[in-house]
C-alpha cells in the first residue's frame, strides 16, 4: 500500500496550491479519502473528507469555502484545491485512506505560507 503526497511547497498569502495523493495497492473506490494536516507543536487536525467519488464531502470550519477535495477514481488519486491560503495555513499535509478498519496514511507534504 503507498499513498504520495506531492504539490507543496512556499506560496504567498492569497496564492493557491493543489495537492495530490497518488494511490495503489488497494481498492481505491472502496475507501474515503481525507487529508489531514499537522503545524509544529499542534495535533493533526482533518481539512477535508471526501466518502466517494460524487458521494458526500467534508471540512474542517477553517477551510470551508477556500479548499476543495475531489478525487478521480480512474487514476487512483485524490486532490485537495487550496485557495485564498493564508498563514495558518502552513503545515504538513497527509492523506488517508479509510475503509474501516483500514486506514493508511501517506508520508505528508510541506505546504508554508508566507511573504
Known amino acids: 500500500v503507498q499513498l504520495v503526497e506531492s504539490g507543496g511547497g512556499l506560496v504567498q498569502p492569497g496564492g493557491s496550491l493543489r495537492l495530490s495523493c497518488a494511490a495503489s495497492?488497494?481498492?481505491?473506490?472502496?475507501?474515503?479519502m481525507s487529508w489531514y494536516r499537522q503545524a509544529p507543536g499542534k495535533e493533526r487536525e482533518l481539512v477535508a473528507v471526501?466518502?466517494?467519488?460524487?458521494?458526500?464531502?467534508n471540512y474542517a470550519d477553517s477551510v470551508k469555502g477556500r479548499f476543495t477535495i475531489s478525487r478521480d477514481n480512474a487514476k487512483n488519486t485524490v486532490f485537495l484545491q487550496m485557495n485564498s491560503l493564508k498563514s495558518e495555513d502552513t503545515a504538513v499535509y497527509y492523506c488517508s485512506a479509510v475503509a474501516p478498519p483500514r486506514r493508511y496514511w501517506g508520508q505528508g507534504t510541506q505546504v508554508t505560507v508566507s511573504s
Open positions: 495497492g488497494f481498492t481505491f473506490s472502496s475507501y474515503a
Open positions: 471526501n466518502i466517494r467519488a460524487g458521494g458526500s464531502t
